[in-house]
């Protein structure tokens, strides 16, 4: 009796649901292959021997050709996807026309050289995963673009991108110039693999360098003094380090007033008041006078003590403001003092000239340590405020 | 087979082109069995998906190297963020 000669006979012989009981059970055919119209259909129109066979005998035979079944339905569903997707209208022939050409080969060959159809559905198979694969690694890239990273990738990124829409150009050229189509996807994917490159490198640069200054942030969070000046300095950050230098300036210049004392301060403004009101009303008489010239006398010692200090303590400071600046900055900072907008609140001091004087001591002193453009712009900045 | 049919799968197989489907496209309109003709689409197929399947492969694989780097940079970034935040450091750098 033929397989499909009465598939009721069949599954009642081959697949008795009740056969357990009974003991030993033939391996047999799966009932509901066998009944896949399909597959029948394929059965019939592909082989010649149907009559001969049994499903419990011939089972190992019976499974073999429902492989090669799914292997065709495969081979020829997976060939239309590309076809409709790639390669229409490569040539003029239509798509139904097509699929009965593709359709009979691959039955011929499902009895001639079944290996080979094997081979194409694994070689479909590993087509269409690249395709997802390319999709899945093209959205987890957007996802990563969106989530931030760091400044600067964005545009970095557009041009893999491009390279990206570039080879969907290149897809529909195959479709629409197929003559000369495989020399414009050698030459283009030539150009895209190095430019991938190259921005690939770009990029593993970049990560570097942010990997570096995160790192460097982190030693700046655990260093303290000159460390952390030194790092501030690695990292260009001269700026802000300047402006602490000037605050820093300040705050110091405002001590030495606080320092100073009062009482002599005070003490030296009432004594040049008393010598103007002196000098100004002789009517009061030499002997007034040389006790007050007496008394300045005194006092000017402590002026002159005053004005060393002054000089001291604006030197250190000075030296602070050229060692921190840079060369653009340098002018800026020390044009205050320059220019005697920083006032000491003494009247008896000359600040300016106790800068100039300064300056022009770091100027001539060869071994304090200055490099030479900075000595350059010291000795412009003397001329420029000396008048 | 014919040896003109040989010639057009050889050059099929070899991935030429330019000279594979003008001759492709007579071949086509010659009397041939379907069969024979579904040999020249499987074929033509079959040379695509040699050359479609390496670049899509060797392109995915650059753009996975590129999301593990980003990746990596987004961790780093979030990990420094979660300890201490990049404002915060700055304002202890700059205190």
């Known amino acids: ?387 | 087979m014919t040896s003109e049919n040989n010639e057009l799968f050889d050059l099929l197989k070899q991935g030429k082109w330019e000279e594979a489907l003008p001759a492709l496209r007579e071949y086509l309109k010659k009397d041939a069995t379907d069969a024979e003709k579904g040999k020249v689409f499987v074929m033509l197929a079959e040379a695509y998906m040699n050359v479609a399947t390496e670049i899509n492969e060797r392109e995915s694989a650059a753009m996975q190297e590129i999301s593990n780097i980003l990746q990596d940079l987004d961790e780093t970034e979030h990990k420094y963020e979660d300890e201490a935040g990049l404002a915060n450091a700055r304002s202890v750098i700059n205190s």
């Open chain 1, 1 to 387: 009796m033929g397989i499909f000669g009465n598939i009721r006979e069949n599954i009642r012989k081959g697949f008795d649901l009740d056969s357990e009981k009974s003991g030993a059970k033939p391996k047999t055919f799966d009932v509901k292959k066998m009944t896949n119209a399909k597959f029948i259909e394929f059965m019939h129109e592909t082989y010649e021997d149907l009559n001969e066979l049994d499903p419990e005998t011939d089972s190992e035979v019976l499974e073999q050709r429902y492989d090669a079944f799914k292997s065709k339905e495969k081979v020829i569903s997976g060939l239309d996807r590309i076809y409709s997707k790639h390669l229409s209208g490569v040539t003029e022939i239509d798509e139904t026309e097509r699929k009965g050409m593709i359709d009979a080969y691959v039955k011929e060959q499902i009895k001639n050289d079944p290996e080979a159809i094997t081979a194409l559905v694994e070689k479909i198979a590993k087509f269409e995963k690249s395709e997802k694969d390319l999709d899945s690694n093209a959205r987890k890239m957007k996802k990563y673009e969106r989530a931030g990273g760091v400044e600067g990738l964005e545009e970095k990124l557009s041009v893999l991108q491009k390279a990206e829409k570039g080879y969907k150009v290149i897809q529909r050229y195959f479709q629409e110039n197929p003559q000369d189509a495989m020399r414009k996807v050698r030459d283009e994917y030539g150009i895209k693999k190095e430019k991938i490159g190259d921005e690939l490198a770009k990029i593993a640069k970049m990560a570097g360098e942010a990997k570096s200054l995160v790192e460097a942030f982190e030693q700046i969070k655990e260093a303290t003094g000159e460390v952390r000046n030194e790092i501030l300095y690695e990292l260009e950050l001269v700026s802000q380090l300047a402006e602490r230098g000037r605050t820093a300036l300040f705050e110091k210049a405002q001590d030495i007033l606080d320092d100073t004392d009062d009482k002599s301060f005070e003490e030296i403004k009432k004594a040049y008041e008393q010598h103007k009101k002196v000098l100004n009303e002789d009517e009061k008489g030499h002997f007034v006078l040389e006790q007050e010239d007496e008394h300045l006398d005194q006092q000017g010692e402590h002026l002159e003590g005053f004005g060393e200090l002054m000089r001291q303590k604006l030197s250190e400071e000075m030296a602070l403001v050229i060692e921190h600046s840079d060369l653009g900055k340098l002018e800026k900072d020390l044009g205050p003092y320059l220019k005697g907008d920083i006032k000491l609140e003494s009247d008896d001091v000359d600040e300016k000239s106790l800068v100039m004087q300064e300056l022009q001591n770091v100027v001539d002193d060869e071994a304090n340590g200055i490099d030479d453009d900075k000595r350059f712009l010291l000795k412009a900045l003397l001329i420029k405020y000396q008048s």
